[in-house]
């Protein structure tokens, strides 16, 4: 079973640059193209919400929240849209590279640690 949901997460995962090539779209409305940005961010991303260190749950991310996020993301997105651009994917070869994205990604992370550690510090430094 957990080799079958793999098998469907990467099918789902190739897909990706669909997406990516569809936010970009003028047809595609601005909540799609907020949410598709965050979902190729998320899935291109080095960092993953949950690492994949921490047992069975380290896949969880992988195998339901990225997959998931681009169901709906690709049903956001007008048919023609994504049929058009699935044509388009078949021609790039790898991970599109957007260094802005990435480099807001992980401003992102960073402020969220130092967020978390200035709490942390906060609540237990009395």
Not at 78 to 99: F, L, S, T, Y
Request: charged share 20%; proline share 6%.
């Amino acid at each position: 079973m957990l080799q079958k949901l793999k098998q469907t997460a990467k099918r789902l995962k190739s897909n990706l640059i669909v997406l990516y090539l569809s936010y970009r779209d003028p047809r595609v409305k601005w909540y799609a193209k907020l949410f598709t940005l965050c979902v190729v961010a998320y899935a291109f991303s080095p960092i993953d919400l949950i690492p994949d260190f921490i047992p069975i749950l380290g896949y969880v991310d992988d195998l339901i929240i990225v997959p998931l996020g681009i169901v709906l993301a690709l049903k956001m997105i007008p048919g023609d849209v994504i049929e058009e651009n699935k044509a388009r994917a078949q021609e790039i070869q790898g991970k599109p590279k957007n260094w802005l994205t990435a480099a807001l990604f992980i401003i992102v992370w960073i402020l969220l640690a130092i967020w978390i550690a200035s709490y942390v510090y906060k609540k237990f430094s009395h």
